[in-house]
């Protein structure tokens, strides 16, 4: 940590002496059994979830499904029905508003348009009360982080989009919390200076150790940033866990379409061993093989998903009984460094598969209503049961 960044984040870099404060670590945010309900309607039923000193976590899911109620709950903006939240192993309802170590940082818009950058971010502190020169420091310091110092003396609307979020940003971290919240910290930016924001702010709180919490339904800005994520429905957590994990190894059907794009075949189990599992599905002339065996009953209905990255094209039919089809290319599009085919299979089934440019040359580029099957390995299906 540099002294730039220590200055902000106060309190320094934390020792762990004996494994109590090591644990304190591992659950620095602890969200404990709770519900949110407006009403008759449950916003967020029965969390529970852990957040590590320093993480960059992010909560996940369609529009609707709880993330800012939870996000709120967070920063004490609303409080819980029921359940617990401890920062630090504190009890965030015991604490008073302003003894809370939380911020929350909204939309660039929220800067007020009337103020020069400097004093957007001291505003704050200001009225706080800190100390003249102290405040001047740590604006500065916090200014500097963000590389908006030359911008000091300007106002929010000769600042570009990009630049805004860093001074709203600025005007959190100033404030030193041990908890930083971002609600869809990027939706005002437009493509390309969001990616160039997404790595900087990445960066940024990296060096000032913050943990943060940031909401999105953005799942390339998640899989971009965050360290774990958590993917939410209908005011639960269907899946937690890093971006790797979450993408490779889905726990359910709306996990594996939620995060990227996949191919998902319906079918039920035939045969089940330590080492692999059959799957008889309508939507292959073949059989589905996976090189695990899972738990449950033969005959039980399971989905298998197949990233489109993990299906190869052939001209010739695949060898094997297994995990492959025949079918019709039924639409391509060139994505630069790779292309998207569509194949229609005799099923009626369509699957989509991701072929490098390398690999496409190698086959002989296929093109619109030309024959062709689709293969994948035994280790690249994922099964499914719920
Ligand atoms: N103050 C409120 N009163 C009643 N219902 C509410 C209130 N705030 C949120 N809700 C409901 O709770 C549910 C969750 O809302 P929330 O704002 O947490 O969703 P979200 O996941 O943040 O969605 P989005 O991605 O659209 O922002 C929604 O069905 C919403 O209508
Ligand atoms: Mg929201």
């Given at each position: 940590m540099s002294d730039q960044s220590s200055a902000l984040a106060g309190a320094g870099t934390p020792s762990f002496a004996n494994s109590s404060?090591?644990?304190?670590?591992?659950?620095?945010?602890?969200i404990v059994d709770v519900v949110k309900k407006f009403g008759?309607?449950?916003?967020?039923?029965?969390?529970?979830?852990?957040?590590?000193?320093?993480?960059?976590?992010?909560?996940l899911g369609s529009s609707g499904c709880g993330k800012s109620t939870l996000l709120r709950m967070?920063?004490?903006?609303?409080?819980?029905?029921?359940?617990?939240?401890?920062?630090?192993?504190?009890d965030?309802?015991?604490?008073?508003?302003?003894?809370?170590?939380?911020?929350?940082?909204?939309?660039?818009?929220?800067?007020?348009?009337?103020?020069?950058v400097e004093s957007n971010v001291a505003f704050g502190l200001k009225q706080e009360g800190v100390p003249k020169a102290e405040l001047k420091e740590r604006v500065q310091t916090a200014l500097e982080l963000v590389q908006m110092g030359r911008f000091a003396k300007r106002k929010p609307h000769q600042l570009s989009g990009g630049q805004q979020q860093r001074v709203a940003l600025a005007r959190s971290l100033v404030k030193r919390p041990k908890l930083l919240l971002l609600d869809e910290p990027m939706s005002a930016l437009d493509k390309q200076?969001?990616?160039?924001?997404?790595?900087?702010?990445?960066?940024?709180l990296d060096r000032v150790g913050v943990t943060?919490?940031?909401?999105?339904?953005?799942?390339?800005?998640?899989m971009t940033m965050a360290s774990r994520l958590a993917v939410m429905s209908e005011g639960q957590i269907v899946q937690l866990g890093t971006p790797h994990e979450v993408y490779e190894f889905p726990n359910t059907r709306f996990s594996a379409e939620f995060i990227g794009s996949t191919n998902l075949f319906d079918g039920h189990v035939v045969e089940d061993e330590p080492d692999h599992v059959f799957v008889e599905t309508t939507d292959l002339s073949t059989r589905l093989y996976v090189n695990h065996g899972i738990t449950g009953p033969l005959g039980m209905p399971v989905t298998i998903s197949v990233r489109p990255e993990r299906i190869a094209l052939t001209r010739k039919p695949p060898e094997g009984a297994f995990n492959w089809g025949r079918g019709t290319i039924s639409n391509v599009a060139y994505m630069g460094g790779y292309s998207l085919y569509h194949v229609k299979l005799d099923s009626g089934k369509?699957?989509?598969?991701?072929?490098?440019?390398?690999?496409?040359?190698?086959i002989d580029s296929p093109s619109w209503g030309d024959e062709i099957y689709v293969r994948w390995s035994a280790s690249a299906g994922v099964v499914l049961t719920a």
């Open positions: 404060a090591a644990s304190a670590a591992e659950n620095f945010v602890q008759e309607t449950a916003a967020v039923k029965n969390v529970n979830l852990s957040v590590k000193k320093g993480e960059l976590f992010a909560l967070l920063a004490g903006l609303e409080t819980a029905t029921s359940g617990k939240i401890l920062i630090d192993g504190e965030l309802a015991q604490m008073p508003p302003y003894r809370r170590p939380v911020n929350m940082m909204f939309q660039s818009y929220a800067l007020f348009p009337h103020m020069t200076i969001r990616q160039r924001t997404q790595i900087e702010l990445v960066n940024i943060c919490i940031m909401v999105t339904h953005d799942q390339e800005e998640a369509t699957v989509i598969a991701n072929v490098s440019s390398l690999a496409l040359t190698e």
